[in-house]
């Protein structure tokens, strides 16, 4: 692995293992909140639940849990919030990175964060709290920018393996950082805090651990990480011989028999009307994809506690299992395949596994009761095929859309810098594809709640399969063409 890349991965473990810790508590955390604040009606969260109640009554009217329903729906609009402003900003925070360079830019975002984490160790109320998120969502840029920094340092033709790196960091901590917040939010306050009389969140401790990972971040990328943004054709990461053998056409959809050995000899990039009308698709294509997906998510656990009563850990197990899944796929068959195979047909080869998911989703309330047996069967098979989908499905998008930027750095015989189109800098163009997921995360869990209240686990799943079959069938025109 290339040094620049290692140093990448290790922030990208460091920053999502950080922010992984907190998903689990969120449940906890907003009743801890409840029983501070229940004795004032018109307090921000007293509100914001009775508003919540009141939209998910129109839709659903629950005899029992009701209010276990609504914290559920209140920690999805959490993420939402925390998404919408990953919409807004991502795309800024882009074009500042190609103005004044990634480093800078990433080093004033980990600034953001460890405020964030700091209000959230001493967050007593849940306006305090939402402020947190709302630092952090403004905040948060460092996924963005490592793929605009691998983008840098890569050439066409190992990109697609340097940002599954990317993929593979977000398999391993959303394994391993929910069950470690999980752990230390059962841990004490300490001794040494306890006696200074401060009065701190209830999950201090994970908090403090958040913030230790995001200060270590920011000292080890301020030590290591080097400035990206200009640099030259020569000083990108060579490919290796096995990837120059690669011909051109297997590299985009497995077929042909091109003979050409490195970047010089592939066929140029398309023009610019061309590239900028590709990366339109793939936003739209990245936001419905996501809107279907993190509403799947989502609605995952509910699922599961309505229909076989599950506990948390039953639910952290099957998230877990398909964590671990994705990660193994991602380490062990995408990283490998993707340039064999193109970024489009191994993208669209995860979103035909997702509808294929959806599909047993959408079985497996039929005969939970009437053939046990059957319906676990679909509900693993379900789980297998979203992993699939995980491992392969946004990390080819990326690499997809990395491709159509231009290269930046400078000319290696004038040695000024390469004319670039501004909507083709790379910071610019996979914030704005970042921006359209976040967009999907944001209104796809709010959508997949009410549908499924409202027409309940079978229709909700089999119309989210439908679309994703839909989508499948509008990917065939980005399959066949050429990324590079």
């Keep these: 692995m290339h040094r620049t890349e290692s140093v990448v991965f290790l922030s990208l473990v460091l920053d999502l293992f950080a922010f992984t810790i907190p998903l689990p508590l969120f449940p906890r955390l907003i009743e801890w909140y409840t029983l501070r604040e229940s004795s004032d009606p018109s307090g921000f969260l007293s509100r914001t639940l009775q508003s919540i109640s009141f939209i998910r009554s129109i839709f659903y009217k629950s005899s029992v849990n009701s209010q276990r329903w609504d914290v559920i729906l209140l920690g999805g609009l959490m993420g939402s919030v925390f998404s919408t402003l990953q919409f807004l900003v991502s795309p800024k925070i882009g074009s500042l990175s190609d103005k004044y360079g990634r480093k800078r830019i990433l080093l004033i975002s980990m600034i953001g964060n460890i405020l964030s984490a700091i209000v959230w160790i001493q967050s007593t109320t849940f306006a305090s709290y939402m402020l947190s998120r709302v630092i952090g969502g403004l905040s948060e840029g ?218 047993f989703l959408s079985i497996f309330p039929i005969y939970v009761s009437v053939r046990p047996a059957l319906a676990m069967k679909l509900l693993q098979g379900g789980a297998v095929c979203l992993a699939f989908t995980s491992a392969t499905v946004v990390n080819a998008l990326t690499a997809y859309a990395s491709l159509q930027c231009d290269e930046g750095g400078f000319d290696d015989v004038t040695g000024k810098p390469k004319e670039e189109h501004p909507q083709l800098a790379k910071g610019r163009a996979l914030g704005q594809f970042r921006s359209s997921g976040q967009l999907g995360r944001a209104v796809g869990p709010l959508l997949a709640c009410a549908s499924y209240w409202t027409f309940g686990p079978s229709v909700t799943y089999a119309v989210s399969a439908l679309a994703m079959f839909a989508i499948s069938t509008n990917m065939r025109s980005v399959a066949v063409k050429r990324s590079l």
């Design 142 to 359: 460092n996924v963005q920018l490592a793929i605009a920094i691998l983008s840098d340092i890569t050439t066409v033709a190992n990109r697609s393996k340097a940002l599954a790196h990317v993929g593979i960091a977000f398999a391993v901590c959303f394994c391993i950082g929910p069950p470690i917040g999980a752990y230390f939010a059962s841990r004490p306050l300490p001794h040494s805090l306890d006696s200074w009389g401060l009065e701190l969140n209830i999950y201090v401790v994970p908090a403090f651990l958040s913030l230790v990972l995001l200060v270590v971040e920011t000292i080890f990328l301020l030590a290591f990480l080097p400035e990206t943004r200009a640099k030259s054709s020569a000083e990108k990461e060579k490919p290796s011989s096995a990837t120059l053998s690669t011909p051109l056409s297997r590299h985009v959809s497995g077929k042909g028999n091109s003979t050409c050995s490195d970047d010089i000899n592939r066929a140029p990039k398309a023009n610019v009307d061309e590239r900028l009308t590709t990366l339109k698709t793939l936003r739209w294509q990245h936001f419905l994809f996501l809107g279907i997906f993190s509403g799947m998510e989502f609605t995952l656990t509910f699922l599961t506690f309505d229909l076989l009563d599950w506990n948390n850990r039953q639910n952290g197990v099957l998230i877990g299992s398909i964590g671990v899944l994705s990660a193994l796929l991602q380490g062990g068959y995408v990283r490998r395949s993707m340039s064999k195979v193109g970024e489009g047909v191994m993208a669209r080869r995860g979103v035909l596994s997702c509808a294929l998911g959806l599909t």
